[in-house]
Structure formats: structure tokens, C-alpha cells
């Protein structure tokens, strides 16, 4: 079912663009299940249609920016982290362009491993 489902990817890309927030969920929530229970042949492609439709940097703002206090928003923000994470996952594609976005001094003090300071 999953890669019937997986078959029509650029359709259900399109379904992210739609107004209705449940609709964005509802294509967030079958696009998890697509990458976390099927094939890594699927999955990589789901990541490639990601970069290709756009889907990551609208899920990437959606995952940094969105602020509210409403339960529907931050259950949209916390799917479009998951799916970040899972687009970005072994996807030096998508890495390099998360480096070109992002500010180099920000992306240093991430990987930077040095303790946390007390005060």
C-alpha cells in the first residue's frame, strides 16, 4: 500500500500547498509513515521529490518560525520537524543546502562540542 501510495509522490507533494491545515497533516502524517516503514529505495526518493517540490524549506520555516499557543499549529510544527529530520537523514543534498541557508557562525556553534558553560 505504502509504495502504491509512494507511486503518486508528486501528488502528494502538492497536497502540502493546500489551505487546510488538516489536509497538510493528513499528507505530513503518510508521508512519515512512507520513509519511516518503507523501502530505503522509497524513502530516497521521497527525499529527492522533497528538494525537488520545495516541501523542505516550507517545512524548514514551518519547523523554526511557527510560534503559537494553538494545539493544531504546534502539532503542524512538531510533523514538519520530524519531517525535516527525515528528508535531511543521509541526504548530502539536502545537508548542503540546509549549509547554504543556515548562518556558518550558527552551524559552527552546533557542531561545536565543547561544554556547556554554568553561568
Known amino acids: ?3 502504491m501510495v509512494a507511486s503518486n509522490g508528486r501528488t502528494l ?5 493546500h489551505p487546510s491545515m488538516a489536509i497538510v497533516k493528513g499528507a505530513g502524517l503518510v508521508m512519515k509513515a512512507i520513509i519511516e516503514e518503507g523501502d530505503k529505495e522509497i524513502a530516497t526518493k521521497m527525499q529527492e521529490l522533497a528538494l525537488s517540490e520545495g516541501a523542505l524549506p516550507r517545512h524548514l ?4 518560525f511557527t510560534i503559537s499557543t494553538d494545539q493544531r499549529m504546534r502539532t503542524n510544527r512538531q510533523l514538519s520537524r520530524h519531517l525535516v529530520g527525515l528528508w535531511t537523514a543521509e541526504n548530502t543534498t539536502a545537508l548542503n543546502l540546509l549549509k547554504r541557508i543556515l548562518p556558518s557562525g ?4 552546533l557542531d561545536n562540542n565543547d561544554p ?3 553561568k
Open 61 to 64: 520555516h514551518t519547523a523554526m
Open 116 to 118: 556547556v558553560p554554568e
Open 13 to 17: 507533494f502538492k497536497l502540502f500547498q
Open 106 to 109: 550558527l552551524l559552527a556553534y
Open 1 to 3: 500500500l505504502l509504495e
